[in-house]
């Protein structure tokens, strides 16, 4: 269905009213780069509790997903890279025992993810054979190399930035911030992408749109 | 009257939500898009490669690098997108059509589709894009005459022809009805006939060999 | 490694010089739409036989690859839609006995070459599951829906007609002639790219890069 | 005399090919990239979906939507193109990254590699793109110390660690030493030394536990 836009100064919080406790909410970005921090900060004010979260990171400081970690909101992390230098809320919850994780390598994240948008029911994947990360997973030899069964991530909302819209819902991104959004926007019930600007159907060049609009639930911008 | 081709295709036009994203298959679901109206912000998929696609192109018009799933020549309207073939499936393979709509040899009651294959020995297989629409699409709208020229009803108990897909179809727009088919139908007891033309719902019970439930609206028929 | 150009009277058979008998080419295009017809031309004058063909149609009237076929090149057609109405050179060797067919449908061919540039072992897919097509392949019921389990394609080459080049082998490619392109040039040992312009590195725009010069080993312009 | 971090680095630029595409490691790898020279045309990927990498930004050319995987600002190089994540490391599994080179803390003589996790009960563990690293490139280089901190080995017959990959790793590159490890070494009978600096493949054997072949050439060492 048609992308929805949403402006004006309470346009991050009207594009999550509605999400629901329990909710699986995918989360683009990696590092600060794609980071939809203005939605993350207007999913804390909604509310909603007992959310599992697919992000490749798992919060820095005290801002953003680390926000959201700390007002008690999160059930369980998957992700790719948890500990960094500065992920002390997580670091802190975790140990605490208060966080369930599920360390996920990172391009089987972004795989897993493409698979849920893609409609395909689970893939054969030599990374993590043989390791920690690929025990008690179905294993098969396939040409001589040990892969491991996964399973695609779905997702009830998407959270993704990006650069630039049209009025449809088309999207563009900027440099690396690209990233996890393209595939997070495939992977979600409800997608939210929140851009710099939106601009009239026509304006964005058809064999450019990273992201289409059939992809695309809702369009936030400031 | 029984309907025309372009009825038929009104028909599903009209039963199309505003806003969604369809892909109409090749032949005659291809009449459908002369009944969406401009307003309707139907958006087009074609599967290989292309959302918002236009009309058939004529003339000047003509860019051998801009087809559609039949190979004919078409336009392209602003907000289009182009994607390579495996974006492409997985769009429709992940659900993300609203509605897709195509034609086919034979429907069952529980919704499967054979629309590919006759079934003849000699016949050479070709299956293109048939089997990951089916699945595909949130929708799928089936447009057929509801007898084959032969006579035989075209709406089974069970399809003889090869299986395109399974329990995928959910409506059926013939000439004659519009039934409702698939699981959710098929738990009442049968097959669904929401409208009639030309001919009555008892008259369908003497054509068909599946169970029907009327569910036409005192309007209908 | 870096991509090659070929340019002048004689580009196209420069590029093919090296097709082994029994290789298997991924041939571009759906209809005319991005079909490679001069490097198609370029492999009958070539001359490798036992070739196993992958491509969406099996060749249209008397040119291409339908050319190709009526050399006796050709042992085994994999396909989704062989039969066409002037597909008449196909149909004949078809029906003598004299072509090995495998039919795919549409959307599982190009999911299986992108497997196989992608590095997926296998995938369960519901496309073709409980139909002709997928007897005698393994089946798993994922969430209730029947799946059938499908295997990479790889090629040892791939013939692929694109647009515009940067010398460095980035390529980007015009409308619906983009189509199956890009999942070939992940997909083959030797990827071949007919374009109608080289432009210097730099003046395509790295954001609209569709297939990047990774993927790309010859260029060639005529 | 030992080699330093950059000399370690240079000798793995002198080994990467003319125009080969390179993913270098987060940490110590990067400076790899110190040493490759403009002539080369060795184009550097950055698993968070980008070729043609530059060096690092500094200044006004800091941008913060353009990073490397880890997290540091960058450059783009003319050539550039951006993609997803899915793709990225669709590039990197499917084995199109000529090289690349990563750290560790331990190789074992078959060629698996341990560098995402020290086996500490209470280690939260982190594991980025280190699996999808070592299994994809077709060929892998670890740069690292032969030694721990505590003298232990980390070159091993069989890694303690837990592993990342499973015989992955082609060369490695240490202070004292360059190595060729995996099942095409081993088959040899172990593990061939192809370099030594400032001591002896005689010492090289009292300090490893794995048998060594000496393939060092005559002028090395």
Known sequence: ?222 | MSRSKDEIAAAIAADIPAGSYVNLGIGQPTLVADHLTPGSGVVLHTENGMLNMGPAAHGDDVDPDLTNAGKIPVTELPGAAYFHHADSFAMMRGGHLDVCVLGAFQVSAGGDLANWHTGEADAIPAVGGAMDLAIGARRVFVMMTLLARDGTPKLVPQCSYPLTGLACVDRVYTDLATFEVGPAAHADGGVRVLATYGTGVADLRELLDVPLVDATSPAGG
Chains 1, 3 share one sequence.
Not at chain 1, 79 to 84: A, D, L, Y
Not at chain 1, 89 to 112: I, N
Not at chain 1, 124 to 150: M, N, Q, S, W, Y
Request: glycine letters at 12%; a negative charge.
């Open chain 1, 1 to 222: 269905m048609s992308a929805t836009t949403y402006a004006g100064a309470t346009a991050y919080d009207d594009a999550l009213a509605d999400v629901a406790d329990g909710a699986t909410v995918l989360v683009g970005g990696f590092g600060m780069a794609g980071m939809p921090v203005e939605l993350i900060d207007a999913l804390i004010r909604q509310g909603a509790r007992d959310l599992t979260v697919v992000s490749n990171n798992a919060g820095n400081g005290d801002t953003g997903l680390a926000a959201l970690l700390a007002a008690g909101r999160v059930r369980k992390v998957v992700c790719s890279f948890p500990r960094q230098k500065d992920s002390w809320v997580f670091d802190g919850l975790y140990r605490e025992g208060r966080l369930e994780l599920e360390v996920v390598p990172q391009g089987t994240l972004a795989e897993r993810m493409r698979a849920a948008g893609a409609g395909i029911g689970a893939f054969f994947c030599p990374t993590g054979a043989g390791t920690l990360l690929g025990e008690g997973k179905e294993t098969r030899e396939i040409d001589g190399r040990l892969h491991v069964l996964e399973h695609p991530i779905r997702g009830d909302v998407a959270l993704v930035k990006a650069h630039v819209a049209d009025e449809l819902g088309n999207v563009v991104y900027r440099k690396t911030a690209r990233n996890f959004g393209p595939v997070m926007a495939t992977a979600a019930e409800t997608v939210v992408v929140q851009v710099d600007r939106v601009v009239p159907v026509g304006d964005l060049d058809p064999e450019a749109v990273v992201t289409p609009s059939i992809y695309v639930d809702r369009v936030v911008v400031a």
